[in-house]
């Protein structure tokens, strides 16, 4: 399964970006799909996460009510909608897969997720 990340780039603070994350190859089979986001110097964080089936989803604090996760099944494809961004939210985000039997309670680790896109940077300017 390979994940390609595009959508990233400069925005002033307060503006929104929109994240997608196309998933290819063999045939898709991730239990979750997430993004996270890592800093120069820091631990790769989690920002998001859905449930592939069902779409329930899940945020970090440091972003809920202002990011919003998505899907389209049919596309394999995974949305981040980013609103009221902060220059805090500067990173680089990850898009990440799960294994097929991963389990609900690690939906936010990162040793549940197996694939991982190239990354795209987001820049938000004060």
């Known amino acids: 399964v390979q994940l390609q990340a595009s959508g990233g780039g400069l925005v002033q603070a307060g503006g929104s970006l929109r994240l997608s994350c196309a998933a290819s190859?063999?045939?898709?089979?991730?239990?979750?799909m997430a993004w996270f986001r890592q800093v120069p110097g820091k631990d790769r964080e989690f920002v998001a996460a859905?449930?592939?089936?069902?779409?329930?989803?899940y945020y970090a604090d440091s972003v809920k009510g202002r990011f919003t996760i998505s899907k389209d099944s049919a596309k394999n494809t995974v949305l981040l909608q980013m609103n009221s961004l902060k220059p805090e939210d500067t990173a680089i985000y990850y898009c990440?897969?799960?294994?097929?039997?991963?389990?609900?309670?690690?939906?936010?680790?990162?040793?549940?997720?197996?694939?991982w896109g190239q990354g795209t940077q987001v820049t938000v300017s004060s």
């Open positions: 990440a897969g799960s294994s097929s039997g991963a389990i609900l309670s690690t939906i936010r680790n990162i040793d549940s997720y197996i694939y």
């Open positions: 190859g063999r045939t898709f089979s991730s239990r979750h």
């Open positions: 859905i449930r592939w089936s069902g779409g329930h989803t």
